[in-house]
T-cell receptor, first 114, second 111 residues
Framework: KAGVTQTPRYLIKTRGQQVTLSCSPISGHRSVSWYQQTPGQGLQFLFEYFSETQRNKGNFPGRFSGRQFSNSRSEMNVSTLELGDSALYLC?????????????FGSGTRLTVV | ELKVEQNPLFLSMQEGKNYTIYCNYSTTSDRLYWYRQDPGKSLESLFVLLSNGAVKQEGRLMASLDTKARLSTLHITAAVHDLSATYFCAVLREGAQKLVFGQGTRLTINP
């Protein structure tokens, strides 16, 4: 059974650019969540999608956006990159999100903004 | 606002010893998760605790949940070097489908 696939694994971008990260959940899972991990702030929730709808959003600026496709794959976009956006971005796959279901995390995308 | 606090944040111990990591959270929740993270790697699911009094064990690790005290513990028995990692607890924020994580406990086990 394939796990959660995140691409790319590593990215280096320049301030002001934009970036798109991709996450393919476990087959049959309809919920995809995104988290940002930094040494200073730890693991923080970005947003969660279920059946192509954003159900929840964390406290991040509007430069962070996402979407989910009909096959449950999700993309996250960050526009006008800042140095502080350098982080490990993790996506989590769940059957329906919460309520007794586990969350399986992908390997992450490490974004470096220079 | 749901807050999750772990202690200790750093733990250095010798092989063969026992120790416990504590996870306190601030509001009612019946869903608590423990994860392990190795340096530069993703989060590996260890335990999902779904109800008050839940206890789960896997090898040298045992996790428990007391929802009335808003406390979960991760107990390590007879530690071995391979258990060196950072351990996170996370609480599901009800109705929000989001995990709120603790700060993590960096565990180092010395031979």
């Amino acid at each position: 059974k394939a796990g959660v696939t995140q691409t790319p694994r590593y990215l280096i971008k320049t301030r002001g650019q934009q970036v798109t990260l991709s996450c393919s959940p476990i087959s049959g899972h309809r919920s995809v969540s995104w988290y940002q991990q930094t040494p200073g702030q730890g693991l923080q929730f970005l947003f969660e999608y279920f059946s192509e709808t954003q159900r929840n959003k964390g406290n991040f600026p509007g430069r962070f956006s996402g979407r989910q496709f009909s096959n449950s794959r999700s993309e996250m976009n960050v526009s006008t990159l800042e140095l502080g956006d350098s982080a490990l971005y993790l996506c989590a796959s769940s059957l329906s999100g919460g309520a007794g279901y586990g969350y399986t995390f992908g390997s992450g995308t490490r974004l470096t903004v220079v | 606002e749901l807050k999750v606090e772990q202690n200790p944040l750093f733990l250095s111990m010798q092989e063969g010893k026992n120790y416990t990591i504590y996870c306190n959270y601030s509001t009612t929740s019946d869903r608590l998760y423990w994860y392990r993270q190795d340096p530069g790697k993703s989060l590996e699911s260890l335990f999902v605790l779904l109800s008050n009094g839940a206890v789960k064990q896997e090898g040298r690790l045992m996790a428990s949940l007391d929802t009335k005290a808003r406390l979960s513990t991760l107990h390590i028995t007879a530690a071995v070097h391979d258990l060196s990692a950072t351990y996170f607890c996370a609480v599901l924020r009800e109705g929000a489908q989001k995990l709120v994580f603790g700060q993590g406990t960096r565990l180092t086990i010395n031979p």
